[in-house]
């Protein structure tokens, strides 16, 4: 199993982490709101556990959106 992780920037709007985490992730508005807070607080935060793959493909959403709304929002995994 892989945790996938958020980093913090200076530049991405919190609408938007919140967007990301809601449709990516499928947090409740409360959680996506609670995760965000962690990563811009503490550098970077965990939005789930997943499978190799799973990690993977959403390490890629996250980036397709970012890069579309020209945010420089990063994802990454690690094993858990």
Do not use: I, W
């Not at 530049?11 to 609670?34: C, G, I, N």
């Not at 807070?37 to 959106?65: I, N, S, W």
Request: with cysteine; proline share 5%.
């Amino acid at each position: 199993m892989y945790r996938v992780l958020l980093h913090n920037d200076d530049y991405t709007p919190m609408e938007f982490v919140v967007d990301v985490l809601e449709t990516v992730f499928d947090k409740s508005p409360a959680e996506a709101h609670r995760v965000m807070m962690h990563v811009h607080t503490r550098e970077r935060g965990e939005c789930g556990t997943y499978p190799f793959e799973v990690a993977e493909t959403k390490v890629g959403q996250v980036h397709d959106l970012a890069r579309v709304e020209n945010h420089p929002l990063r994802a990454s995994f690690e094993e858990a």
